[in-house]
Nanobody
Framework: QVQLVESGGGLVQPGGSLRLSCAASGSGFSINGVDWFRQAPGKQRELVAAMTSRGMTNYADSVKGRFTSSVDNAKNTVYLQMNSLKPEDTAVYYC?????????????WGQGTPVTVSS
């Protein structure tokens, strides 16, 4: 019923910026919220940003002030704007989008997009 495509990753230099996107397609749904995760090689997946039921987002201390999560309801797309990127931000990033389909809430994982921060 809902398809989710994640994009926007790539190679950037330290201090650079990227905007990740998770676009949902289908019909009869709306996006209620999104969480963002990342997983670096050899490490556990960590929570980067979590949206509450009230629409507010909490960020991990490691990214606070640099990353911003947002939802564009008109485009059925969620974004993670990443600024002032550091090498330690290198990871595969995943969105977890919460979709409301006629009152039923389901969560969908993006397929992941790699981000590499290096000179």
């Amino acid at each position: 019923q809902v398809q989710l495509v994640e994009s926007g990753g790539g190679l950037v230099q330290p201090g650079g910026s990227l905007r990740l996107s998770c676009a949902a397609s289908g019909s009869g749904f709306s996006i209620n919220g999104v969480d963002w995760f990342r997983q670096a090689p050899g490490k556990q997946r960590e929570l980067v940003a979590a949206m509450t039921s009230r629409g507010m987002t909490n960020y991990a201390d490691s990214v606070k002030g640099r990353f911003t999560s947002s939802v564009d309801n008109a485009k059925n797309t969620v974004y993670l704007q990443m600024n002032s990127l550091k090498p330690e931000d290198t990871a595969v990033y995943y969105c977890y989008v919460k979709v409301d389909t006629w009152g039923v809430i389901d969560g969908y994982w993006g397929q992941g997009t790699p981000v590499t921060v290096s000179s």
